[in-house]
């Protein structure tokens, strides 16, 4: 029985005037070099986050969480170094950093990320109840206060100040309202709302996207962001149901990389966005049926999947959306036959989109050294010299029993034989 929420509005940020970014289209926030590292195993050197990074500026995402830079002096020095580095000069990306609520974590973070040309604080407290009671050991009125004074500081270094309640989606939202309206009031340019263990559905979450807009005094004024990890499979279908809401900002990881079961996958919410671009548009009242709802680049999507897998080492599953393996793969007789006499029979987009092209998948027997190599290099491997001869001569001999070798042939030549040895 609610009545209708206008349109969400969508005031031009400095950063939007200055990289001619239309702001109108749902912001990404890359998170892949900060939670999506904190999935076990995952961990990259500073120069690899460098490289990853480049590429994210490549792809075209708005924000990019370069990490956490109290957790460690290497990644300090590498948020330092994103920052200082990364993006060209006439479309640089946000460079964020994370902090608790703290006010040494949030000096720290500043020093990593001020010699950004877009810097951003990222910070935040959990709201839950069981967050509170058993790890803050904080009352509400505690971290209502710790609210005030932390987002404060931090508005004291840098303009651009984001606040995330941790576990909102399990908090009291009348008590999460109050929370979002006391970060707003010390200055949070952003408010982000993370279903930190992955609990919410899509009906609960674009509720409470609608429950935020009525109720945080200040909301229109700031942009409205969601996190989301994807222990029950849902946090891309949360976040389309946040966009449908008034959602503007999503946070997401390449490959959905990420804390246990990882984060919202970045290329499946831009597919979505792209793929039904008509269905959104319309139903966030947009007049261009056709207008793209995203900065991001698809061209780069799968050049992108390739380097964050190899460099962290979390293989992307076959049947992973957009970028595994078989997501372009037609196996069965009657889908073969379909696709062979017209290809939207079976396709609902073009694997070029993503920048997969279609002669990317074969070498063959008869491909030299040269050739060898630039496809290595666009699959993001970087080899030595002795890694190449050696992945060669394997090369050459897998080409000898198959008649084409696939990119997954290629990929596992190199982690499983090469690089393991
Ligand atoms: O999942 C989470 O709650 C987070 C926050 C720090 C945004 O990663
Ligand atoms: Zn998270």
Redesign the pocket.
């Known amino acids: 029985d609610e009545p209708p929420l206008p349109p969400p509005i969508w005031k031009p940020t400095k950063h939007d005037l200055v990289t001619g970014r239309d702001p109108t289209r749902v912001k990404f926030f890359d998170t892949t070099l900060r939670?999506g590292e904190q999935s076990p195993g995952a961990t990259l050197t500073g120069e690899e986050k460098l490289v990853i990074a480049r590429q994210l500026a490549k792809l075209g995402v708005d924000i990019i969480e370069a990490g956490f830079p109290v957790a460690s002096n290497g990644d300090f020095e590498a948020v330092r170094n994103i920052a200082r580095t990364v993006g060209t000069r006439e479309n640089p990306p946000i460079i964020c950093g994370?902090a608790r609520a703290v006010e040494s974590d949030i000096a720290r973070c500043w020093e990593a990320v001020k010699d950004a040309a877009f810097a951003r604080i990222h910070t935040?407290i959990a709201t839950s109840d069981i967050h509170m009671e058993h790890k803050l050991k904080k009352s509400r009125s505690q971290v209502l206060e710790t609210v005030t004074r932390t987002v404060q500081y931090a508005k004291s270094l840098c303009e651009d100040i984001e606040f995330?309640a941790?576990?909102a989606t399990r908090s009291d939202p009348e008590f999460l309202y109050e929370v979002f309206s006391r970060a707003i009031e010390a200055g949070a340019t952003t408010i982000?709302v993370?279903d930190?263990v992955g609990y919410t559905t899509p009906a609960e979450f674009g509720s409470l996207m609608r429950g935020i807009r009525r109720n945080v005094r200040g909301i229109e004024n700031v942009c409205l962001s969601v996190?989301g990890?994807d222990d029950l499979g849902l946090a891309v279908s949360n976040f389309l149901s946040a966009i449908e809401n008034g959602a503007q900002q999503v946070e997401c990881t390449v490959n959905g990389i990420g804390?246990r079961a990882g984060n919202a996958s970045l290329e499946e919410i831009v597919m979505a966005l792209y793929v039904r671009r008509q269905y959104y548009n319309n139903k966030l009242g947009r007049p261009d049926p056709n207008a793209l709802l995203t900065c991001v680049d698809t061209q780069e999507i799968w050049k992108t999947s390739k380097l964050v897998s190899n460099l962290t080492g979390m293989i992307v599953q076959p049947n992973k959306a957009i970028v595994g393996s078989n997501a372009f793969a037609h196996e069965s007789g009657i889908h073969q036959d379909g696709i062979l006499k017209n290809r939207l029979t079976y396709e609902i987009m073009d694997a070029r989109l993503i920048g997969m092209q279609e002669n990317q998948l074969v070498l063959g027997k008869h491909s030299g050294r040269h050739a060898f190599r630039k496809r290595l290099g666009e699959l993001g491997f970087d080899l030595t010299e002795d890694e190449l001869n050696r992945a060669f001569v394997r090369f050459k001999e897998l080409a000898d029993k198959k008649k084409e070798v696939t990119l997954w042939d290629l990929e596992s030549i190199v982690n499983d034989e090469v690089r393991l040895q």
Do not use: I, R, Y
């Open positions: 939670d994370l935040f995330s941790e576990d982000n993370p930190t996190h990890h804390e």
